[in-house]
């Protein structure tokens, strides 16, 4: 039977940090289901992404800006769905706020590399550093970042030598490359 709660009680705002404890550590199957789920969402969106750049390309600006508006509407999609898989504390305010970084991550490596598989990878490198649940003082919001930032400058060496394995590899590496610096911090901090 559920237990009742005064209105007064269900507004009590619950810290972050209790939320994210209170939860336990994330398991492995449930971190790689994070993992597995937000690398599709992300080759799904990259789908859109090359496709918009192929149909401006061609001079069929309309199809070009509708792929563009299909992948900016999934990045909200794949955090969320990364946050609720891997129980974030807060997952929708999480998506919302690491939608913005993504989308300028995204624009800005795009504009300073001039081709977007550095700048996809920079933008949901960042996003799904903040997307993917940390334990406290056990996942270091900095290494994330520094991931992000190591696999972006590893696709534009790619793509400086061969740009169809790194337009194949950029979806592919930022997701799965948050999760790998967790599994290295947990092993330190073990250790």
Known sequence: MRERY?????????PREERVVAAGPISRPR???AVG?????SVTSFGFVATAVV?????NNRNA???AVAAALLVPALLLLVGLISRAGTPWRTAT????I????????????????TGFTLGVGLGSAWALRAEPGLHLLKWRLWTAVGLTVYIKIVFLFSPALAIVAAPLVPVVGTAVIDMVTERRAAT
């Open 102 to 117: 993504v989308l300028a991550g995204f624009l800005g490596g795009s504009v300073i590399a001039r081709e977007p598989a």
């Open 97 to 100: 706020f690491a939608s913005v």
């Open 6 to 14: 005064s209105k007064k009680e269900k507004r009590r705002r619950i």
């Open 55 to 59: 149909q401006a390309g061609d001079g």
């Open 65 to 67: 800006v509708l792929a």
């Open 37 to 41: 789920a937000g690398t599709f969402a």
């Open 31 to 33: 971190l790689w289901a």
